[in-house]
């Protein structure tokens, strides 16, 4: 079996887990070759704008495999996000060689931000679209033929791919695994890098508990954390006052943040700083 190529294009200001965490789900997918052993499934190319290493965004080096001008065949292009590629030069350029590839190229993937490089060849006009939900506004503003979903983890439109924040780039690189090779190679892939397979839900539901955490005091905070793991457990305003080492009459003063919890199996559910019966 040869490998199926994943290009990644690299530039100085990536967000290097863009760009690091599609590469490791990509190369922890092998299968069984007809003499027994492990296969890979994929091999991994880092195209960078010139030979020279490139900095992401948190001062991490990286060495380019290949370059704009001599990289190779591709069965898959992923471009991650990173302020670098909002610049008007990187950008330019990477918009007018990934233009020259789309239609060479079984599948064109973004991650996070990596949607302002796409966007901007046309090919993504009319289709649905997602990126990180801090930008979708802006992406939605500046690219009006799109129609963004700003709530979707990733969201495949024919044969391209577009995904939410940062770790999303895990869970659309398992996707492409799927869709490869199937579920079992995938799920393979997602035990060995500890992550769900397919997470419920959109970005909301961890945008809304980091925002609730942001503002809230520390033990707060902290408290919220740890009841959205233990939803399954007491969580009556005395346990949950006991958790955050106060009384239960301090606790409902100070909880300040309304926070409805969903259903639970025992006969009450508890509304922040207040039980209320089923």
């Known amino acids: 079996m040869k490998p199926r190529r994943i290009g ?9 887990l863009d760009l690091v965490a599609p590469i490791d789900a990509f190369m922890s997918a092998v299968i069984e070759g007809s003499d027994g052993a492990p296969r890979r499934c994929y091999e991994t190319v ?24 001599n990289a190779p065949a591709l069965d898959t292009l992923i471009i991650p996000g990173g302020p670098g590629l909002r610049k008007p030069l990187t950008q330019a350029s990477a918009v007018e060689w990934i233009k020259g590839r ?30 990180h939900w801090q930008f979708a506004r802006d992406v939605a503003k500046r690219f009006p033929e799109l129609n963004v ?17 940062v770790t999303a780039g895990i869970d659309l690189s398992l996707a492409l695994i799927e869709e490869d090779y199937g579920p079992s190679v995938a799920l393979a892939v997602a035990r060995e890098l500890v992550v769900y397979l397919k997470r419920a839900g ?18 707060f ?7 959205q793991g ?40 508890c509304v922040w700083g207040k039980p209320v019966s089923d």
Not at 8 to 16: E, T
Not at 230 to 254: G, I, M, Y
Request: hydrophobic share 40%; aromatic share 8%; charged share 25%.
């Open 230 to 269: 233990h939803l399954d457990q007491d969580l009556s305003v005395e346990s949950l006052a006991h958790k955050a080492c106060l009384c239960p009459r301090h606790f409902s003063r100070d909880s300040r943040m309304p926070l409805v919890l969903p259903p639970r199996r025992s006969s009450r559910t």
């Open 102 to 131: 789309v239609g060479k190229i079984r599948r064109v993937a973004t991650v996070c931000t990596g949607i302002y490089g796409l966007a901007p060849t046309g090919v993504l006009d009319g289709r649905r679209v997602t990126t």
């Open 46 to 69: 880092i195209i960078g704008f010139s030979k020279r290493p490139f900095v992401s965004e948190s001062g991490i080096l990286f060495k380019p495999h290949r370059t704009i001008r």
């Open 8 to 16: 990644l294009l690299g530039f100085d200001g990536v967000m290097a």
């Open 149 to 165: 979903d700003a709530n979707a983890i990733y969201i495949k439109d024919g044969p391209f791919y577009t995904g939410a924040g």
């Open 202 to 219: 959109g970005q909301e539901q961890f945008s809304e508990p980091l925002r609730f955490q942001t503002r809230a005091a520390d033990r």
């Open 221 to 227: 905070a902290d408290l919220a954390a740890w009841m």
